[in-house]
């Protein structure tokens, strides 16, 4: 009776964790009610600056059809080749599948040698085939975004020497696409691809900006979608959002440098217990073999990987900031 009791309890240790992880998950409340109050004052006032913002918002909001599909939302197969292309390695989705299937096979294997567990060599083999791709695509995927958005201001100012020296919008992204070398001058030449083909620039900026999902580009097609409604110099426009751009990633860089301390203490503190366990596991298999027979150690290392969880949990919440 007493393994089901300790397995009752490590699940309601995990529902608290799961309800918690969605009640802290929602949106923010301040956020909500700033955004309320930021409609009403557009509703009901009478400044000329109000009026212009609230113009500015009706234009950025008709720039796409209200039927449009977000990139990556119409399956997890879709979704998962998006990632794949995000990384800019040229994985395939059947390469990523094999490999991960490899991966969880010998894992599994070397653990069920080891241990002669077969469940639990499944399990971890499962978890590290699955979690491991997962991660070394996250990896590439945020090393390909850091490098656009480091070379995106340079792209910007190029495009606008390219318009005070006369040329249209169209043949200056042909020449940020041949001059700017990494991700930017591959996403540009995309683009120009599709326009040559026959679609719109703003269809052309769009597709991209939905399948990169990146700040600084939705910035660039916000302010190309509010230059064409409202006129004005565009060149300007984009020297100014060029500098926007520029001060946001030393604001990044400020807040990485001063959680970093932070940062590094909680994957200290995290990984610390696996990798002892691990240690003296691997060096006395006897001594903490009991983890892998006894029903109770078992429903206590549960519970113990639970509280683990939500104070990880937390410390990513602590240290993770919004610009």
């Given amino acids: 009776m007493i393994p089901v009791q300790l397995l009752f309890v490590a699940l309601g240790l995990m529902t608290v964790m799961v309800l918690g992880f969605l009640l802290l998950s929602g949106p923010s409340p301040t956020k909500e009610s700033a955004r309320r109050l930021k409609a009403v004052r557009f509703r009901h006032s009478q400044s000329t600056n109000d009026r212009v913002e609230a113009q500015m918002r009706k234009a950025v909001a008709a720039r796409k059809p209200k039927l449009h599909a977000i990139a990556g939302s119409g399956s997890r197969i879709e979704a998962l080749e998006l990632r794949l292309h995000r990384a800019g390695k040229g994985w395939t989705l059947s390469q990523y599948l094999y490999a991960s299937l490899g991966l969880a096979a010998v894992i599994a294997l070397l653990i069920f040698i080891k241990t002669g567990a077969a469940l639990l060599a499944l399990a971890i083999g499962l978890l590290v085939g699955a979690g491991l791709p997962h991660l070394v695509v996250n990896y590439f995927v945020s090393k390909r975004a850091n490098s656009f ?6 792209a910007i100012e190029l495009l606008v020497r390219g318009l005070r020296s006369g040329l249209p919008v169209t043949e ?32 052309a900026l769009q597709e991209t900006a939905d399948r990169l999902s990146m700040p600084e580009f939705n910035f660039f097609c916000i302010t190309l979608a509010i230059q064409r409604e409202t006129g004005g110099n565009l060149a300007e426009t984009l020297a100014n959002l060029s500098d926007v751009l520029r001060k946001r990633a030393q604001m990044k860089l400020k807040i990485r440098a001063m959680s970093s301390e932070s940062k590094a203490s909680a994957y200290i503190v995290g990984a610390l217990p696996f990798i002892v366990f691990t240690m003296i596991w691997w060096i006395n298999p006897g001594y903490i073999g009991e983890f892998f027979v006894d029903e109770r150690l078992m429903v206590a290392g549960m519970g113990g990987l639970v509280w683990m969880g939500i104070g990880a949990f937390i410390m990513a919440k602590m240290v993770s900031f919004e610009i």
Wanted: proline content about 8%.
């Fill in 172 to 203: 200056t992204l042909g020449v940020v696409a041949k001059e700017v070398p990494g991700p930017v001058g591959e996403e540009f030449k995309l683009i120009t691809e599709r326009i040559k083909i026959g679609k719109t620039m703003e269809d």
């Fill in 149 to 154: 958005t480091t070379k995106f201001p340079d």
